[in-house]
C-alpha cells in the first residue's frame, strides 16, 4: 500500500494524534504543492533527490536524508528539483498534543528541517510501518498510530535536544564576543575581517553568518561602526587633525577615512567637529 487514508474514530478511542493520510510522493502527480495553506501538519522524510519547501516566503533547500515539518495556517510551497526530482514519506495529523511533542523532536515554524544522521532505514521503516496498517483491518487506527509513535521516537532521538543547543548557542556568542575584543583592542591598527576570523579561529564565512544571526550586524560594518565610533569621540575631544585621527582610528589614507565617515554619520569630519566647537 502506497497511500492509505484514515477515516475517524467513533468507538470513543482517542490519542493524542488524529492521523489524516499516510503516503510516498511517487504515487502524486507532480510531487510539488502550492502556493497554499493548510489546516492540519504534515510530517515528510526525503528518500531521494532534492526539493525546496517555502514558508511564509522563506525557502529552504532539502535533500536525501532530511524531515521537514509542514505547519498549519501558514502560506507554503513545495517543489522537486528539476535536475534531482525528490522521492519522499508523508504523513498528515492533527492532534492536542502536538506542540508538545514537536517541541521535543524540535521541528517548529522557525526550524522546520531535521536532518536524520543516519537513522534513513529506521525512518522509513516507521513510514511504511504506518502504510500497513492497511493489512490490519481489526486494528488499523491502533496500528497506525503505533508506526506514528514510533516515527517520533526516532525524530526525537535525533534531536540534539536543549542543552546542547545552547552549549552551541554559547558557543557561538563566544566566538562572537571573541571577534568584538579583538576588534575594539586593534581597531586603531588597519586590521581586516580576514585577520579577525583568523584570530577567533573559524572562516570569515561562519564569523558573518553569526555576526548576521546574533548581532544583526556583519564584521566589517562592525569594525567600520567602532572606528566611526572612536573617530567621533576624538573630534569632540581633541584637536588632533583629520590626518591624526585618521591614523587612531586605523585608517592610513584620510581622504579614504572622510569618505567613510561621511557615508555612515552624514556629514565630512571638518563639518562634524565644528558643530561640538566649544563657543
Known amino acids: 500500500m502506497s497511500y492509505l487514508y484514515f477515516k475517524p474514530q467513533t468507538d470513543g478511542i482517542t490519542s493524542d494524534f488524529t492521523l489524516y493520510y499516510c ?7 507532480k510531487n510539488s504543492w502550492g502556493p497554499g495553506v493548510r489546516d492540519y501538519f504534515t510530517l515528510c522524510y526525503v528518500t531521494e ?11 529552504h533547500h532539502l535533500v536525501s536524508g532530511m524531515c521537514f515539518l509542514v505547519p498549519p495556517k501558514v502560506l507554503l510551497t513545495y517543489r522537486p528539483d528539476p535536475a534531482h526530482p525528490w522521492d519522499y514519506y508523508f ?19 522557525q526550524v522546520p528541517i ?9 525512518l522509513e521503516e516507521c513510514f511504511q510501518f504506518i502504510l500497513d496498517a492497511e493489512n490490519y483491518p481489526k486494528s488499523k487506527d491502533l496500528h497506525a498510530i503505533s508506526g506514528f509513535y514510533a516515527l517520533l521516537s ?8 536543549p542543552q546542547v543547543q545552547k552549549e552551541k548557542c554559547n558557543k557561538q556568542w563566544q566566538y562572537v564576543r571573541e571577534a568584538i575584543d579583538f576588534i575594539e583592542k586593534n581597531y586603531t591598527e588597519p586590521i581586516t575581517v580576514e585577520e579577525v576570523s583568523r584570530y577567533v579561529g573559524i572562516n570569515r564565512k561562519y564569523l558573518t553568518k553569526l555576526f548576521n544571526d546574533l548581532v ?3 564584521p566589517k560594518s562592525y569594525l567600520m561602526h567602532y572606528r566611526m565610533e572612536k573617530a567621533c569621540e576624538l573630534l569632540k575631544e581633541t584637536t588632533l587633525s583629520i590626518k591624526e585621527i585618521s591614523h587612531s582610528v586605523g585608517y592610513q589614507d584620510a581622504l579614504v577615512f572622510s569618505k567613510v565617515f561621511k ?9 562634524y567637529r565644528n558643530r561640538y566647537l566649544i563657543q
Open 23 to 29: 503516503g510516498m510522493s511517487a504515487y502524486e502527480k
Open 49 to 59: 533527490g532534492e526539493g525546496y519547501l517555502s514558508l511564509n516566503g522563506e525557502e
Open 91 to 109: 504523513v498528515a495529523f492533527n492532534g492536542q498534543k502536538i506542540d508538545e511533542y514537536l517541541s521535543r523532536i524540535g521541528l517548529n515554524k
Open 114 to 122: 531535521l536532518d536524520s544522521k543516519g537513522a534513513e532505514s529506521v
Open 154 to 161: 526516532v525524530m526525537c532521538e535525533l534531536n540534539e535536544g
Open 216 to 218: 544583526s550586524d556583519s
Open 263 to 271: 557615508k555612515m554619520v552624514g556629514t565630512c569630519p571638518r563639518e
